[in-house]
């Protein structure tokens, strides 16, 4: 028998990742929404960008939101139907290292588990969302809320399995979002990070992520400004675009506890412990950007609350 949908709305949060020494694992979701219209239709699914401007996905063979729809119904055997049209809004910068494509993945897996007999467990949706090219760090905070890691406990003969840990991030904190007009490669953001990095970088590294957990949870800004620092990828990212650097370091004379890159960048994410600082240090991130002659797009945001 054929699932009949009545039409509904949902929303899954752009996400900052990594969080300096987090590689991979830490992720934060944003009060920045991606939204997300279905409607049952007579004819194909239909994915239509209403922010892009309204652009309307023809091949939905590599659409993330298509994608995802897929790989759920295969994985859970959910019974999707065929005629679906799907708005997608919201004024998220994209191609920044906000997740706007891990969300849109998602995106699509959670519109097919809505339709499912017995909704499937988050961390199998994780599963799911890393076997299918999301990135689990943005993963864990889109489809969790708040603040999460994303954890590969074992090793299917396949593919990881992966758990999404909920982590408590005090309500002191807003997060400067500073997103510069520069389009970064995908291959240049991962050829750029080293594929191994000396044992006593791994030590250190283990060492601070305790510590940054320990400083969002409690609201600590000298324990965050000595634990966001990262030897294994941030530096290297940090030097593709021009500005990175100097819009850091203006963050953090401005006030920020830290600056660090969001995802795998070029957006920097400042770590403010309130709304006092929080605007100052947006402007004199934009201002670094701006005398290297590149735009900039700023936000001032908490952390969305779990899903």
């Not at 791994?202 to 957990?213: D, K, M, N, P, Y």
């Not at 030897?231 to 940090?238: I, S």
């Not at 991130?285 to 779990?306: K, L, W, Y």
């Amino acid at each position: 028998m054929a699932t009949t949908v009545t039409p509904f709305a949902f929303r899954i949060p752009a996400t900052t990742a990594n969080l300096g020494p987090g590689f991979g694992v830490l992720g934060l979701a944003l009060d920045l929404w991606l939204e997300f219209g279905v409607t049952p239709t007579e004819g194909p699914m239909a994915v239509t960008r209403i922010d892009t401007p309204s652009e309307v996905t023809r091949d939905l063979r590599h659409d993330p939101v298509a994608r995802g729809i897929r790989a759920a119904a295969e994985r859970f055997d959910i019974k999707v139907p065929p005629g679906l049209s799907i708005d997608v809004r919201g004024d998220v910068p994209r191609g920044c290292g906000l997740g706007t494509n891990t969300a849109e993945l998602a995106a699509g897996i959670q519109l097919a588990c809505r339709l499912a007999k017995e909704a499937p467990a988050l961390d199998d949706r994780l599963t799911l969302l890393v076997s299918i090219g999301g990135d689990p760090a943005h993963g864990g905070a889109a489809l969790r809320g708040g603040l999460t890691a994303s954890v590969p406990c074992h090793r299917h003969p396949h593919e990881d399995i992966w758990r999404i840990l909920a982590l408590p991030l005090s309500p002191i904190w807003r997060f400067v979002i500073v997103a510069p007009d520069v389009a970064l490669g995908t291959a240049d953001v991962h050829r750029v990070v080293p594929a191994s990095v000396p044992n006593t970088v791994s030590q250190r590294t283990a060492g601070r992520i305790v510590g940054l957990i320990e400083a969002l949870a409690h609201g600590d800004p000298e324990l965050l400004a000595e634990c966001l620092h990262d030897e294994t990828h941030v530096p290297f990212r940090m030097q593709l675009a021009p500005g990175m650097p100097s819009a850091a370091a203006a963050g953090r004379a401005a006030g920020a506890a830290g600056v660090t890159i969001s995802g795998h960048g070029p957006a920097l994410v400042a770590f403010a412990a309130g709304d006092p600082d929080a605007r100052r240090i947006a402007d004199a991130m934009a201002e670094a950007f701006a005398q290297h002659g590149i735009t900039s797009r700023s936000e001032v945001v908490r952390a969305a609350p779990a899903l």
